[in-house]
């Protein structure tokens, strides 16, 4: 029995290995027939890529060829155009040449066309015994004689024809100008109206004996008129500025009710601070009017001050405004700057807001304040000839001119006896204000009294007498009037002292 075992796992084994071998077998051959499959797809890979290797070498190798032949095709087209080129050159060279030979042959045909009008030259001036200047000057001279009153016609004729159409146009330029700006003239008068509310007020005023209104007109420097006319009393100076301040200070006192000596003195002052307040606005507004907004407020405050000035009756300020548009409007007309020649004429006159201070022409003076202030250089130019005093350097400064005589010679503008009567006044003034001690001076009673107020430390009451006596000698020395002029020296001694 257990052999029967043994053989069968014998034979068992035995066909295990058979079966085993005859699937190595079988395994080995498909291994082989893959190899063989593999190695033939190699081949078939391989030759695919040589033919492919060699077809794109062969598009490489054709590419080169056609590149080389279109470089040959190129560099033969620009060995060509070069040849052109030469050709060209070679033209242009002969051209040149050409031209520059057929130069100079004229160069020397013009020498001696040159050389043979300077022989006929001297032959005909040996012939007629004359040079070519001598030839030239006689027969200028036949002509003018033959045709001089022909030519003198001519020319009157030429030079009055372009002078009427100058004139006919300036003068539509004027007409227009004047015609657009229509603004009426008032002359300023040497008396100003104070409103009362009252006639009994007027008893305040006077004060007892008088001692209110001789201090108020001492204050001042301003006749104080007081008539019959109701609830109304006359402020009479020359002066605009010392009639405002008048004005002010007798309304303020008004308004307050207590009006004596000490209370005068406090509102005079306190009249003088508000005018000096008033005239930057006073100024701001004219340069607002005209459209003029960048100036100094140095400039628009001495602007102001014009308003309480006035040449031959006309406000100064006033106949600056009116000029400053007129001014503007003929620049337009003109093609000019219409800036340069309004501010031009706005500042033309504001020297004379100091002049009565400081010695010198308003033109030098206002000239000295417009540098002062950088003010344009072309704006100086503008103003400084209106009279003539410097010369005419800008367009600008002729509109400036013309602006102020259309200004000045308006009907109503201005009133020359007015003028002298106020230089008048002015000259008075100074006379008696250069004598040694005097504080101030007022011309009052229209120039037929003057009263000097003088220091009492510098003059005695002796010394009062003296100094009336010499201002009286001295005006009548040196200037002309009519009737006689009072002089009224007053010595005033205040003093003060406080209790502590």
């Keep these: 029995m257990g052999g029967l075992v043994l053989l069968g796992l014998a034979i068992g084994y035995f066909f295990r290995l058979f079966i085993a071998g005859r699937q190595f077998q079988s395994l080995e051959s498909k291994s082989k027939n893959l190899v063989d499959k593999a190695e033939s797809q190699a081949k078939d890979i391989i030759v695919e890529a040589k033919d492919k290797a060699a077809a794109i070498i062969n598009a490489a190798v054709q590419e080169e060829k056609d590149r080389k032949g279109e470089l040959r095709r190129f560099e033969d087209r620009l060995l060509k155009k070069e040849d052109s080129l030469d050709q060209d050159r070679k033209q242009l060279e002969t051209g040149l040449n050409r031209q520059r030979q057929a130069l100079e042959e004229l160069n020397a045909q013009r020498e001696d066309l040159k050389k043979l009008e300077e022989r006929t030259v001297k032959d005909l001036e040996a012939i007629a015994g004359l040079s070519r200047d001598e030839a030239k000057n006689k027969i200028f001279e036949e002509i003018r004689n033959r045709h001089h009153e022909e030519l003198a016609v001519m020319l009157a004729g030429l030079e009055r024809e372009k002078r009427d159409q100058i004139e006919a146009k300036s003068l539509e330029i004027i007409t227009s100008v004047i015609q657009r700006y229509s603004r009426s003239h008032v002359t300023d008068i040497t008396t100003t109206a104070v409103n009362l509310p009252n006639d009994e007020i007027k008893g305040k005023i006077i004060g007892r004996e008088g001692r209110n209104i001789r201090a108020f007109e001492r204050l001042t420097g301003v006749e104080v008129i007081v008539d019959e006319t109701p609830e ?14 008048a004005k002010i200070a007798l309304e303020n006192l008004i308004r307050d009710g207590r009006i004596q000596p000490a209370k005068i003195e406090e509102q005079v002052e306190s009249a003088r601070d508000q005018l000096e307040a008033r005239v930057e606005k006073i100024g701001e507004e004219a340069a607002y009017d005209v459209g003029i907004v960048d100036l100094p407020k140095e400039v628009v405050r001495l602007l102001g001050r014009l308003n309480f000035r006035t040449s031959y009756g006309q406000n100064v300020l006033a106949h ?16 000019l700057r219409i800036n340069v020649a309004k501010k031009g004429a706005l500042l033309h006159d504001i020297g004379k807001a100091i002049d009565q201070e400081v010695e010198g022409t308003h033109v030098e003076l206002g000239r000295k304040l417009l540098k002062k202030f950088n003010i344009d250089e072309d704006v100086v130019k ?3 000839s209106h009279h003539d ?112």
């Design 389 to 500: 005093d410097y010369p005419y350097s800008i367009p600008e400064a002729h509109v400036v001119t013309a602006a102020d005589v259309i200004s000045a010679a308006r009907p109503g503008a201005r009133r020359e006896t007015l003028e002298k009567y106020i230089k008048r006044l002015e000259d008075l003034e100074k006379i008696v204000n250069a004598f040694d001690g005097v504080k101030q001076s007022f011309a009052i009673s229209a120039g037929r009294e003057v009263r000097v107020f003088v220091t009492p430390e510098k003059v005695d009451d002796f010394g009062a007498l003296n100094l009336a006596k010499n201002i009286a000698a001295k005006i009548k020395s040196d200037m002309q009037y009519p009737g006689e002029i009072k002089v009224t020296v007053i010595r005033e001694v205040k003093a003060v002292e406080y209790a502590r």
């Design 232 to 245: 109304a009393i006359i402020l009479s100076s020359f002066d605009p500025w010392r009639r405002e301040i």
């Design 320 to 335: 600056s405004v009116e000029m400053a548009h007129i001014s503007g409007m003929l620049a337009a007309e003109l093609g």
């Design 382 to 384: 503008a103003m400084e």
